[in-house]
């Protein structure tokens, strides 16, 4: 993981829910959070420039990505693939990647949806619910700085 940082006052960070299909991303400032929008994972040079404008838009400080990570702390073929992808966002992008343990923020957003429909359905909606939660506890995990 990227060095430990403390959250700069007033500035925005995007939180990223990688996944090959589907990227989640929410929006956190000040510890308040939102979800955002679902972004296509199925072409990671159309994903790496529409995070990369959505960042733009937003004035973001970094991008703030979960990291599936075993029990024990290891490294998954997961994590690995989200490395990879954080490498390239960083180069294109020239933001920072923070990454943050994302151990189940998915189920977790599942849980907390409102979004009562079919199980299938829920996971649909879930990947930018799954964002917000990684980005709240990095929020959580890292003192602000003012």
Do not use: C
């Amino acid at each position: 993981m990227s060095k430990k940082k403390a959250v700069a006052a007033d500035k925005s960070y995007l939180g990223l829910d990688y996944g090959t299909s589907n990227i989640g991303v929410a929006l956190g400032k000040n510890g308040f959070v939102a979800p955002l929008k679902i972004v296509s994972g199925k072409s990671q040079n159309t994903a790496i420039s529409e995070l990369i404008r959505v960042a733009l838009e937003n004035k973001v400080e970094a991008f703030v990505m979960g990291l599936p990570l075993t029990v024990e702390g290891k490294e998954t073929a997961q994590s690995l693939k989200n490395r990879k992808f954080a490498k390239l966002l960083k180069i294109f992008s020239k933001k920072p990647v923070i990454f943050t343990n994302e151990a189940g923020s998915t189920q977790e957003a599942l849980e907390n949806m409102a979004i009562q429909k079919s199980s299938g359905r829920r996971k649909a909606y879930s990947d930018d619910v799954a964002a917000a939660i990684i980005l709240t506890r990095f929020f959580h995990e890292f003192p602000k700085k003012d």
